[in-house]
């Protein structure tokens, strides 16, 4: 059973983002004192009185605005209010209600959903400010005091939300949730291709690079199985990188690549691979996650006899560090091969977290070193004697040699080769430690 959902919304500006950071108990929403920086939907886990619910940040409403972005954040927030089971309506005491409040009030009332009225930005302690009795005029009921920035007022109206929740159940683990992070450059269409995987218009998509600024859950299940889409904010070199926003959305993206078990690395075929490509496709390869390339807006690429293979050689040679990684040719605005991204995402989460016995492994090592002597320097010849895993998300090996030093480069490519070439191991990086003799008692 999903658990209880709390819609926070409100206006832009009324510290809506401050809230949810405060509720969650860590910073998941960016928070700046600018109006409009959330625009899409955030979502963060939550517990309180031994209910656990999650949280999701809106966009601000302003139901008479004709900005195109704040039309569409505006549809992002109705969205939330229409899959949630309380919403929260977050007003500001210094700017008093407004035509704006009255105007979400009105639209929450008529949602039908239950709504929890607060009031923000009541900092101070003790005598509570009189204004807060100008709220009682919205129809929501009780207006609860709070502050965003202090946590004054948070358990009330804690309290309040969990009184809206159904009979608690017992709720089951889903840890056969693949969780899958989408990456690239701003602009190559990875908010396009969630909402065509979800089915809605979950992300906010506009010829605007930059648009999604939050990096953004999704669950989503289907007959392949449970995945959590992770929408990220494209990134861009640091250096090129001045709006303290965008800052903050390339940390929440890097963080993103942290908690992701595959990273689906989207290019745009128009361009092929750039240099900020290859540096974000060698975050997810530092991270050792597993990793599908998906070459995106194939459907607008003119073509030839030989032209996909052209461009997946050039893919290869650009992105050579990760030459373990499936190439796909997608269209996210046509939806072509997107269902094949499924079974690729299964196949490489597998390789990611595959074990092999240390019989089978020492196998493979034996015959590899009978097919090419390990090197020798000065007269001594490298030894390897055994080999063994000693972890997943990525493969990690553990070769005891004689001389970690006479282990050069280019033979633990070949041992790796050899390995990949009888285990398969596609799709994702694997790890090398290398223990001389005697450092295991060490």
Known sequence: MPKPLIAIVGR????????????????????????????????????????????????????????????????????????????????????GVTAADADAADLLLRSGKPVVLAVNKMDSVGAVDPDIYDFYSLGLGEPIAVSAVHGHGTGDL?????????????????DDVIKTAII???????????????????????????????????YFENDFGKYMFIDTAGMRRRSKIDDKIEKYSVLRSEAAIDRAHVCII????????????ARIAGMAHESGKACVIAVNKWD???????????MREDIRRDLSFMSYAPVIFISALTGQRVPRLFELINFVNDQNTMRITTGMLNNVLADATARVQPPTDKGRRLKLYYITQTGIRPPHFVIFVNDAELFHFSYRRYIENQIRGVFGLEGTPIRFTVRQKGDQYK
Not at 158 to 174: G, M, N, Q, T, V
Request: a negative charge; aromatic letters at 4%.
């Open 300 to 310: 607008l690429v003119d073509k030839e006899t030989g032209t996909m293979e052209r």
């Open 12 to 95: 832009p500006n009324v510290g809506k983002s401050m809230l949810f950071n405060k509720l969650a108990g860590k910073r998941v929403s960016i928070v700046e004192d600018v109006p409009g920086v959330t625009r899409d939907r955030v979502y963060a886990d939550a517990d309180w009185n031994g209910r656990s619910f999650t949280m999701v940040d809106t966009g601000g409403i302003e139901p008479g605005s004709s900005s195109e972005m704040l039309r569409l954040m505006r549809e992002q927030a109705q969205a939330a209010i229409y899959t949630a089971d309380v919403i929260v309506l977050v007003t500001d005491i210094r700017s």
């Open 266 to 277: 989207m290019l745009d075929a128009r361009d092929g691979v750039t240099e900020q490509d």
């Open 184 to 218: 690239g450059r701003p602009n190559v269409g990875k908010s396009s291709l969630l909402n065509r995987v979800l089915g809605q218009q979950r992300m906010i998509v506009s010829d605007i690079a930059g648009t999604t600024r939050d990096a953004v859950d999704s």
């Open 158 to 174: 804690l309290d309040a939300c969990i009184s809206y929740f159904p009979p608690p159940e017992e709720e089951e683990e889903e």
